[in-house]
T-cell receptor, first 116, second 114 residues
Framework: KQEVTQIPAALSVPEGENLVLNCSFT??????LQWFRQDPGKGLTSLLL?????REQTSGRLNASLDKSSGRSTLYIAASQPGDSATYLC???????????????FGQGTILTVHP | NAGVTQTPKFRVLKTGQSMTLLCAQD?????MYWYRQDPGMGLRLIHY???????AKGEVPDGYNVSRLKKQNFLLGLESAAPSQTSVYFC?????????????FGPGTRLLVL
């Protein structure tokens, strides 16, 4: 059974700091890995998607890397801002039997607080 | 373009009561999903649908039923609510399955079962 673990569970940093969030998964047979952002009381917003054949994706101040062989991904946030405060979730998409549907398995998230 | 919307936003039920959660998407997506989010458990898939008229069980389907009579709507039903079903429920949709497809999430429904 695929398990997705995120470390740390919570992180508090001063504004302007660069930071790294970690995600690990036990089954390397993934279709892709995605990073989501969740604001309090809100739904999830997709930040970055890395296909299994890719090593990294970048969007603005965010950079996500993927190492399938070691079952790890990192989300790097440069020059953090108070507006980055949210819960960050990683999820892996697995094949699912004979159907074309892929199963998305989530980690428990990292709660990030960026204080001024 | 509203994306994925969920109704209601919040609901309190007594044990044994029934209710239906409605999810609607206006992106013409084929696939739709229902998840529940519990503290320390992450998001877990309840049921999903790969097209109008089709549904399938996810990771935690017991106690729930679903229907997808129209492509844009996905309903989640609780026939006899239990306190263990207290959770935040999220609906999501995607164009289809596949390597580069992401899911778009609704804002969630908070359900409290007393």
């Amino acid at each position: 059974k695929q398990e997705v673990t995120q470390i740390p569970a919570a992180l508090s940093v001063p504004e302007g700091e660069n930071l790294v969030l970690n995600c690990s998964f036990t089954d390397s047979a993934i279709y892709n890995l995605q990073w989501f952002r969740q604001d309090p009381g809100k739904g999830l917003t997709s930040l970055l998607l890395i296909q299994s054949s890719q090593r990294e994706q970048t969007s603005g101040r965010l950079n996500a890397s993927l190492d399938k062989s070691s079952g790890r991904s990192t989300l790097y946030i440069a020059a953090s801002q108070p507006g980055d405060s949210a819960t960050y979730l990683c999820a892996v998409l697995l094949p699912s039997g004979s159907t074309s549907y892929g199963k998305l398995t989530f980690g428990q998230g990292t709660i990030l607080t960026v204080h001024p | 373009n509203a994306g994925v919307t969920q109704t209601p936003k919040f609901r309190v039920l007594k044990t044994g009561q029934s209710m239906t959660l409605l999810c609607a998407q206006d992106m013409n997506h084929e696939y739709m999903y229902w998840y529940r989010q519990d503290p320390g458990m992450g998001l877990r898939l309840i049921h999903y649908s790969v097209g109008e008229g089709t549904t399938a069980k996810g990771e935690v389907p017991d106690g729930y039923n679903v229907s997808r009579l129209k492509k844009q709507n996905f309903l989640l039903g609780l026939e006899s609510a239990a306190p263990s079903q207290t959770s935040v429920y999220f609906c999501a949709s995607s164009v289809a399955g596949g390597f580069s497809v992401t899911q778009y999430f609704g804002p969630g429904t908070r359900l409290l079962v007393l």
